[in-house]
């Protein structure tokens, strides 16, 4: 047989996978490992929506195929939360496809508008499945810079004047990850207008949207006048109720795109179980309590990290939002690299952390700190930085030349 297939070939290595077969290696090895790598929740799930699983899936005629773009009731939840939360009006039945995760739902709906060779505008640093749904399905990227202000436009602009052929869509990921940045109304309708002057699609993902520390809540693309138009926006159940294991998300908006999406799910899946749609159902439509609950946790976690590793030495950005702290590596290691940085991390003080290049080639000079660890295990791991950076002139001088 041939060497790699042509898709194959396109896909850098996957960085992260260098440091989690690190990570596992130091766990047999006995270590402890304070990881902060996986953006993976490990509170539970609230009670009252595993509750609703177990009630559903007792019932025999759940255990059939489902509904590939998500049952009525599901949609209808979906629905209802835009209405509440964003004040956007949405039909459940042209506007609302429940996705496996809002990671499959832009591989999907990637597959469903991209054509080999069309150019596709996304930030960078971003999660990888923006930039590489589009990969796998024949699509060429062109990068933009992350922060939401009055240049983003002059880059976009600029893409679309010196791209060939014309660029066909616009990733919008507020707030970030990895970065969490956040963007205001003011910047979607400038964005917008534009989109709808140059018939771009705009691709907003709003993964973390309700985790938000300030009292700012983050808005949706689809409260502009128009975003209709132009916008299909993704959600998930992952984060705002601590179901990542669930993969329960949604692609909501514009309905050509919402039907070309559908239609191309039809295909592929026959939907979630049905048990874990009734209980999402439940989620949506069921008290905000735990939402807050959740939101507390991470906003202690976040401040637990940035005020114990300011004091072991090591200066964090406090996050506005998201479960990520987007971290500059220290000035003595920033000739290692974020990976080898991360590695050596991992080696010396047991802190696993993702390294930013992973998200991209401007990702670099920054890893990522997932907030996955509760305080005690976050102070433990201050104590092991302090020990690794007090230690750092003696016990680096092999992997990198120590002079400021």
């Not at 596709?120 to 990888?128: F, G, K, R």
């Not at 959600?235 to 109720?241: M, R």
């Not at 637990?304 to 971290?327: E, K, N, Q, Y």
């Not at 092991?384 to 003696?394: G, I, Q, Y």
């Amino acid at each position: 047989m041939p060497g790699e297939f042509h898709k194959i070939k396109r896909l850098p290595p996957y960085v992260f996978e260098q440091v989690n077969r690190l990570k596992a290696a130091a766990r047999e090895n006995g270590a402890d490992v304070v990881d902060f790598g996986m953006g993976n929740p490990d509170m539970p799930t609230p009670q009252h929506i595993v509750d609703k699983l177990i009630e559903t899936v007792q019932k025999p005629r759940t255990h059939r195929y489902s509904a590939s773009k998500g049952i009525p009731g599901l949609r209808r939840a979906q629905a209802d939360y835009y209405g509440r939360r964003f004040g956007v009006k949405l039909n459940p039945d042209t506007q609302v496809v429940a996705t496996l995760g809002s990671k499959e739902g832009f591989a999907n709906m990637a597959q469903a508008i991209t054509a080999p060779g069309d150019v596709i505008l996304a930030p960078n640093p971003t999660y990888p499945i923006h930039e590489f749904g589009f990969i796998i399905s024949g699509g060429v990227l062109r990068h933009l810079p992350v922060e939401p202000n009055s240049e983003f436009l002059v880059h976009v602009d600029r893409a679309m004047k010196h791209s060939i052929p014309k660029p066909i869509a616009l990733v919008l990921s507020y707030p970030s990850n990895p970065t969490a940045k956040m963007a205001d109304l003011d910047f979607y309708t400038e964005v917008v207008a534009y989109a709808r002057k140059h018939d771009l699609i705009i691709l907003s993902d709003v993964a973390y949207s309700e985790i938000y520390f300030d009292n700012n809540p983050p808005p949706s693309v689809l409260q502009v006048p128009g975003a209709m138009d132009v916008a299909v926006e993704f959600t998930s159940l992952s984060k705002t109720y601590a179901m990542p294991g669930w993969r329960m998300g949604f692609a909501v908006g514009n309905e050509r795109l919402i039907a070309a999406l559908a239609r191309v799910k039809s295909y592929l899946d026959y939907g979630a179980f049905t048990p874990i749609q009734v209980a999402a159902s439940a989620a949506l439509n069921g008290p905000d309590e735990c939402i807050d609950d959740i939101r507390k946790i991470y906003k202690t976690r976040r401040d637990c990290l940035v005020s114990t590793f300011s004091r072991a030495g090591w200066d964090i950005p406090s996050p506005p939002a998201t479960m990520f702290a987007w971290a500059p590596i220290p000035e003595k290691f920033k000739a290692l690299g974020s990976l080898e940085f991360s590695k050596v991390l991992l080696e010396k003080a047991d802190i696993a952390v993702s390294p930013g290049v992973g998200f991209g080639e401007y990702g670099e000079g920054h890893v990522r700190l997932a907030l996955v660890e509760n305080e005690h295990r976050i102070r433990q791991a201050a104590r092991s930085l302090r020990k690794f950076l007090a230690e750092a002139d003696e016990t680096m001088h092999n992997v990198i030349p120590i002079n400021g």
